[in-house]
């Protein structure tokens, strides 16, 4: 198994920024993929960003030149800058690791885009 423990959350302004963090149990070489999902209230859950071992990094549409997922190898901690905040990014953020062919995620971290 592997734990996930995600922080950073928090309210901030339209045009603002956070910075998300996810620390693993776990060296991130032995996960196969990591990423960030979120789900807004009434709304199923989608993704965000994820990073495969290797360095290939997919993005959704949505947040495409906004977002920037990042990982600290020595740390064991996988990032999500976000930028130029919309209300419509408000949602709990989630941490996902594929490992040994199971997802696991981690408790969430709410994010609020208001004024």
């Known amino acids: 198994q592997v734990q996930l423990v995600e922080s950073g959350g928090g309210l901030v302004q339209p045009g603002g920024s956070l910075r998300l963090s996810c620390a693993a149990s776990?060296?991130?070489?032995?996960?196969?993929?990591m990423g960030w999902y979120r789900q807004a209230p009434g709304k199923e859950r989608e993704l965000v960003a994820e990073m495969t071992t290797g360095g290939i990094i997919n993005y959704a549409d949505s947040v495409k030149g906004r977002f920037t997922i990042s990982r600290d190898n020595a740390k064991n901690t996988v990032y999500l800058q976000m930028n130029s905040l919309k209300p419509e990014d408000t949602a709990v953020y989630y941490c996902?690791?594929?490992?040994?062919?199971?997802?696991?995620w981690g408790q969430g971290t709410q994010v609020t885009v208001s004024s």
């Open positions: 996902n690791a594929l490992y040994i062919g199971s997802r696991y």
């Open positions: 776990t060296t991130l070489f032995s996960i196969n993929l």
